[in-house]
């Protein structure tokens, strides 16, 4: 399974975590203060402050703790100043892996990611080594009981979809960032369960790990990256077998 749409699986399963829901909610307050700071409190007209809305409400954040994060984000509430960062690398069996991470103090967060890239057997590259590889595309899964193919399908590309491909578990939906909202609106429409919904960044071409020992190092590594407090995001370019997930999980 590739490792965009795996690895947001798994992440999402650990997101429900009521013992991780706390660093959740931390995680998504200071999306959403940097995207209300770049862009203003209003989500009507601030696209990326409704998808953090979105993920906050995912999270099941609730509704007063999103709304004093908007309004730290817009300096009507004091708060800390947060800066974005990405940083790219490589991990083991040289797959590749960007982080962008949300930071009020990079000469901390830099050291740290650095530490978690050679603790488990990877390096942190320099700036452009891997996002080049890499493509910023609407993501959306359906689990394959929840709709019928074709339909799905049918309803997808006339909602401006680019690609739609399936495996054993899920129907994986691509559409340019531009395209997402429509399509995502549409889907809720035809009530279809969405498993994940966001806009993410998709590898051009997949990294095949077929080595049980190698899968498990880069599932621990990506694991490592999520559990970071000042991680928001973690992508890969890994594309690992069913069963080997299946004996490794």
């Not at 004093?68 to 708060?79: H, R």
């Not at 899964?141 to 578990?169: K, Y």
């Amino acid at each position: 399974m590739s490792g965009h749409s795996h690895w947001s699986g798994i992440k999402y399963k650990k997101a429900a975590n009521d013992a991780k829901r706390g660093k959740v909610w931390s995680k998504v307050a200071r999306l959403i203060i940097v995207a209300a700071k770049k862009g203003g409190g209003d989500p009507s007209a601030n696209l990326s402050l409704r998808y953090a809305i979105d993920k906050a409400k995912a999270a099941n954040m609730p509704k007063d703790t999103i709304e004093k994060a908007v309004k730290k984000g817009t300096g009507e509430l004091e708060g800390q100043a947060f800066e974005e960062n990405l940083y790219e690398g490589y991990g083991p069996g040289g797959v590749a892996i960007m982080i962008e991470a949300l930071t009020d103090n990079r000469s901390r967060t830099a050291p740290e990611i650095k530490k978690i890239f050679e603790r488990r057997g990877g390096s942190l590259g320099t700036s452009g080594c891997v996002n080049w590889m890499f493509k910023k595309k609407g993501l959306i899964t359906v689990n394959r009981s929840d709709a019928d193919e074709d339909e799905l399908m049918e309803i997808a590309l006339s909602a401006g979809a680019e690609d739609m491909t399936t495996d054993s578990d899920i129907f994986e939906i691509t559409c340019d960032p531009s395209g997402y909202e429509g399509l995502k609106n549409a889907l809720e429409e035809k009530e279809i369960i969405m498993q994940i919904a966001e806009i993410s960044m998709i590898p051009e071409n997949n990294v095949a790990v077929g080595d049980k020992d190698t899968a498990r190092k880069i599932l621990g590594l990506m694991e490592d990256f999520e559990d970071h407090e000042d991680v928001q995001n973690v992508y890969s370019n890994f594309d690992i077998p069913d069963e080997i997930i299946a004996e490794i999980q």
